[in-house]
Every structure is written in structure tokens, then in C-alpha cells.
């Protein structure tokens, strides 16, 4: 036995050591890997190790009041994905060029998307079947069965096009609701995403179909909307003429609303655009400069038009708004009765607060009246009389009441608030002219609910667009409920008013409404479009059947510079409306 000398020994035991720190070392460090990032680095590599796939759920259908009309609905189409690590290197080239000829994509860039080292790329998204089944077609001939892969997806189509496109709303390339209902019931309409995972190895190769896990797509609940597809056919047609006619510079607006129920049966504003074009050119004069068109000019050509001037736009609701000075006055007892002779005296014009206020025919007074003949007249004077009577304190309650201080809450996105001068600075002359409609502003649906409380006996009700929704998975009917806010005036002042209302048509300022066999109330209205502007709005607001109200129309159109001129009462197509298609909107 050869001894081993000391030096050695020390060499052995060095070395024994150092293995010993390094074993340490990395035991620790397997135990910091396992104890310490072992979630972390476990969910690293189930995601590196997984091909994940969502499947779009089918977004709801929305259908017209009858539950027969649709009126936006989800197509089948498909979204085709490549797995770069899963195409045969001597098969990229071909399958580049086919998929960039079959769906009309660059060359170049397909390529780069089909040789690029990732575990998967979207070629194109919402194709029609027809295309991937060419694509199918060509994958069997070629014997290439892994790499492509074409999922279901689905992509909004709107049947009628324009028909109440500031209402119904479009969708984002998401599916996403981007505007009017749409976006307002985005949550109930989308659905819940599925998912397709598959297991891959360390290149991304997929292993077998045992590792695949498939979680399905939830679709979106339906609606039912409280518009009626007729009604909102003939509304936009003849709204759409009277602005051509009148040569509206501002376009216009038609409200429908059922005064019992708050269900708004037509909601159109003009112009209108192509919902399953909505960033399209809307109008033949933009058509021709639109390519050449800078693109925040498109843009702002666009939001304009996708605005919903009935609930997003205030004006100045001019002689229309007698009717809620009248109410009031009528609820506290002011006048008792709407015929008495003499109660009124018109000179042409009234002093308030050292500031004299005109009639609109001063030129000619109306002289002694009742409050019927000044509602029929549109005699300023008297509702100025009425309103100082009143006070600001007890106006401005009876504004609330009818709901015209805050919002209606209809169920749709951006409607504006009423701008009105706050109570404790309004003094004589500001309550004058509130009076009889001016110098303050609302949104076109606030009046027709303040008229709508006044049509059906006194009760402020909220409007709705949306009456059902029904779900995808059990079929269940879920009914929106109605809102009954209040009761504003009582049911005699409500029937006086409308006997008022019926005055005004049958042989006043709004008798180009008047309709054979048919008890129509209104009142017409007239304003200026801001201050010295030298523009003007002109309104009528129409409740029928008088003996049991179904509708109330408030018809706007926003300066109005053709021959007809501006009054409310020169020109008036609600009387086409009701002389045409008087069936479809006496429910």
C-alpha cells in the first residue's frame, strides 16, 4: 500500500468540500425554484405549453315590438389562425400565397406572419364560409392537416340598414356595442367567450387530440325593443321629406312615445346613416370629397351623425311649452274655467320688470281672451300673465315635477340635461319668457314625457326603448318594467288641457293637423336656434286619440330655410303621418 501524502489528503478534502457547497447550492436553489417560483414558472410554462383559441359567443339578436322584426342579428362567419411551428418548412411559401389570394391579404406580409416563430397568428378575422371552404378544399388536396385553423365566429348585420340607426347603435370589430343600444345593453347582448387549449411541445408542435380542452361560448341575450318597425318606417320617410322640402340645414328629428307605458315607438333623426357602414360617407355630397377628406374632418362628420339629436341635442322649445304653463296654472286653481270670456286681454305686447315683451302678432292683438282662444292663438301675454302669477318658486316646482330639471333616464347612451337659469337667480323677466318657451333649452325627449304626463291623466312616466329581454340559455322572458315616477297634475286638469289641445287643431295655430274621423290635440312651436344666430326650430307636438291618448309625436325640424318659412303652424307633416298612415299609430 502506497501511503498518500498529506498534501493530497488536503487536495481530497478541498475538492470533497466544494462538492459538498456546490450539492448545497443547488439544492437550495432547486428548493427556491420549487418553494419559492414554483407558481410563477408552473404558469409560464402551462402557457407556453398550451395553444389557446377563444371562440366568440353569438351576440344577441334585437328584435322590433312585435318580436318578429329583427333588427340587428349575428352571422356565421369564421376567423382563420396559423401555427407557424406546426407548417412544414417547405410548405410556408404555398401556404402564404394561398391564404393571401383567397382572402385578398399582401404576400409579404402573410408570409412573415406564416414563417415567424410564435405559436400562433390571426390571418383574417369575420370571413364568409364561402372562403374557408375553398380553403378547406385546397388543404385535403395538399395534405396539409395541421397549422390552419378556422374557428366560428360571428359578425353583426343590420337587415334594415338605416332604420333607427342613432337608436339601435353599431358594433367594433369586437363585437363590442359601440353606441345607442348596442352599447347601453353591450352587457347583456355579448355573451360569454369560449375557448379551445391544446397541448404543445417545446417547439409548439401539438400533441395528439387527448390534451385538447374545449370550453364552450355562452350567447348573448336578446332583446326586444319598444320600436315599432312600421311606425319607424313612416316616421323617418316623412321626416326625411319635410327636410329636404324645408331645405333643413340642421336636420330634424320625429319622437313617438306611448304616454302609458313610456315605450318609445319610434325615435328617428335625419339624417340617418348605414349601420352596417358606419364610418362610411353618409351623403352624396360627402361621397364625393370623402376620399380626399382629412381624417379628423371624417371623423367629425361622422360623430355628428351618429348623434341622437332627440336625446343628446337641447333647443328651445318656443309655444309648445304653453302647454306646461297652462297645467300648472290650471292644477293651482288659476283658471277655472278654460272657456270664461274676457279673463285675458292681449295689447300686442306686456311690460315686465321695465321690460316690454311682444306677442308674435303684435302687429295685431288678439284682444280679450279665455284660455282656450290664447292656447289656440299662441298669444305670448297670456302665458307670461299666467306664469307671473305662478312665481319662480312654484314654476320651477311644477318644472321638476314634469321632469324637466334632470334627466329622463331612457335607456339609452348620452342624453344631455335641460339648461335652465338656476331658481334663485331667475327674476321677472327670465320667468316671462319660460313662460312661453324661451331662453331656456331641453332635449326633444323631456318634452314628449312632460306631454306625455299631461296625455294620460297626470302621471310622469320614464321612457323606454327596451320592453323585453330573453335569455339564451332558458328562453326566459324578463320584461324591463314600467316606471311611473310621479303624479304631476290630476286627471280633470289633464282632460282640460287636452279639450285645449284639440282647439289648437280643429281650429287654431295647428290646424293643418286636422284629420277626418280622428280627435287630434297639439300644439305647435317656434324658436330661435340660439341668440342672433338667425337660425330658428320649429316643432309641433301632437297627442291622439283626445279621448284616450295612445301616441304623443313631437316633430322638430332645425332651420328650416325653404318658402315654407320657419312657423310651426305654415307647415306641418305631421298631417301626412295621420292622413296616410293614421291606422299604424292609433294602437
Known sequence: MIPIKLSSKKKMRNTLFITFLIIVCLIGRIGYIQLIQGGELSSMAYQQQTLDRTINPKRGTIFDSTGKNVLAVSSTVETVTVNPGNIAKEDKEKVAKILAEIFELDYEKTLKKVTKRSSIETIAKKVDKEKTD?????????????????????????????????????????????????AKYDTELKGKQGA??????????????????????????????????????????????????????????????????????????????????????????????????????????????WRNKAIADTYEPGSVFKLITASAAIEEGLVTDIDQENQFSCTGSIEVAGVRIKCWRHYRPHGSESLRLGLMNSCNPVFIGLGQKLGVQKYYSYLNQFRLLNRTGIDLPGEANSIFLAENKAGPVELATISFGQRFEITPIQLVTAVSAISNGGKSVQPRVVKQIIDSQTGEIRDVPIKINSEVISKETSEKVLSMMESVVSEGTGKNA???????????????????????????????????PQVVVLVTLYNPTGEGGHQGGVWFILSLHFKQHSKSLTI
Open 196 to 305: 379551445i387549449q391544446r397541448h404543445t411541445d417545446a417547439k409548439g408542435g401539438e400533441i395528439g387530440e387527448e390534451g385538447e380542452t374545449y370550453v364552450s361560448a355562452i350567447d348573448g341575450n336578446d332583446l326586444v325593443l319598444s320600436i315599432d318597425l312600421n311606425i319607424q318606417s313612416i316616421a323617418e320617410k316623412y321626416l326625411e321629406e319635410a327636410c329636404i322640402d324645408n331645405v333643413c340645414t340642421d336636420g330634424g328629428n320625429v319622437v313617438i312615445m306611448n304616454p302609458q307605458n313610456g315605450d318609445i315607438l319610434a325615435m328617428a333623426t335625419y339624417p340617418n346613416y348605414n349601420l352596417n357602414q358606419p364610418y362610411q360617407a353618409y351623403t352624396e355630397e360627402l361621397k364625393e370629397v370623402w376620399d380626399n377628406m382629412e381624417q379628423a374632418e371624417k371623423t367629425k362628420n361622422l360623430q355628428a351623425v
Open 514 to 548: 286636422k284629420v277626418a274621423g280622428y280627435r287630434i290635440g297639439g300644439k305647435t312651436g317656434t324658436s330661435e336656434d340660439g341668440v342672433n344666430t338667425n337660425k330658428y326650430v320649429t316643432s309641433f307636438c301632437g297627442v291622439a286619440p283626445i279621448d284616450n
Open 134 to 182: 375553398r380553403l378547406r378544399v385546397w388543404m385535403e388536396q395538399n395534405n396539409i392537416t395541421v397549422g390552419i385553423n378556422m374557428d366560428e365566429d360571428t359578425k353583426r348585420y343590420y337587415p334594415y340598414s338605416n332604420i333607427a340607426s342613432q337608436v339601435i347603435g353599431f358594433c367594433g370589430s369586437d363585437n363590442q356595442g359601440l353606441d345607442g343600444i348596442e
